[in-house]
């Protein structure tokens, strides 16, 4: 059981690039998230999806596309890379009901330049 | 405006002594409220969780928390402090206007443990 994974663990992009973080979950989770964390301000919601095929922007989605076409994946795009996309992005997952407690992936460091 | 607030940046502590990290949110209606565990290079693990109920809850790890809401606070408590307990704590609640399925974190504590 790997619980949710992601890919890359690291990225670095120049301006103007484009590129996709993926994350997957082993767990029959019907909710996945996307944060970014950055420092001196905890974690912060980009994208949610309460289930497969749909998907709602949270605190900070301006630069973000997301896809949730199969359950068990979550992906972020960027579609056009900036310097203030420089953070560490996590995705996490739940079992969707109320409340759930929400697992983490390792993250993602992407760097861009 | 509804935020999570965790007053203390850095808390240092030695092993073997008490420890308090605070937490205060401000929202309408009581939301669901975590305490979660980052060690370097790491996801986040929940410690505990408080939906309704008893307002001491217990977590993994010997943490506990209490919820008072008078004070709209969640402050995390653990007895003596271990060397690997070293971490960044993030609270975080689960507001209802989110279907108490969305997570609002406060910016965390950086908890150094000196032996």
């Known amino acids: 059981n790997a619980g949710v994974t992601q890919t890359p663990k690291f990225q670095v992009l120049k301006t103007g690039q484009s590129m996709t973080l993926q994350c997957a979950q082993d767990m029959n989770h019907n909710s996945m998230y996307w944060y970014r964390q950055d420092p001196g301000m905890g974690l912060r919601l980009i994208y949610y999806s309460a289930s497969e095929g749909t998907t709602d922007k949270g605190e900070v989605p301006d630069g973000y596309n997301v896809s949730r076409l199969k359950k068990q994946n979550f992906l972020l795009g960027l579609e056009s890379a900036a310097p203030s996309q420089t953070s560490v992005y996590f995705c996490?997952?739940?079992?969707?009901?109320?409340?759930?407690?929400?697992?983490f992936g390792p993250g993602t460091r992407l760097t861009v330049l | 405006a509804q935020s999570v607030t965790q007053p203390d940046i850095h808390i240092t502590v030695s092993e073997g002594a008490s420890l308090e990290l605070r937490c205060n949110y401000s929202?309408?209606?009581?939301?669901?409220l975590f305490w979660y565990v980052q060690s370097p290079g790491q996801g986040l693990q929940l410690l505990l969780k408080y939906f309704s109920g008893d307002t001491l809850v217990q977590g993994i790890k010997g943490f506990e928390a209490e919820f008072k809401r008078s004070q709209s606070s969640f402050n995390l408590r653990k007895p003596s402090v271990h060397w690997s307990d070293a971490a960044e704590y993030f609270c975080a609640v689960a507001p209802f206007s989110g279907g108490y399925n969305k997570l609002i974190f406060g910016a965390g504590t950086r908890l150094a443990v000196h032996p």
């Open positions: 996490a997952s739940a079992r969707g009901e109320s409340g759930n407690e929400q697992f």
């Open positions: 929202y309408g209606a009581t939301p669901y």
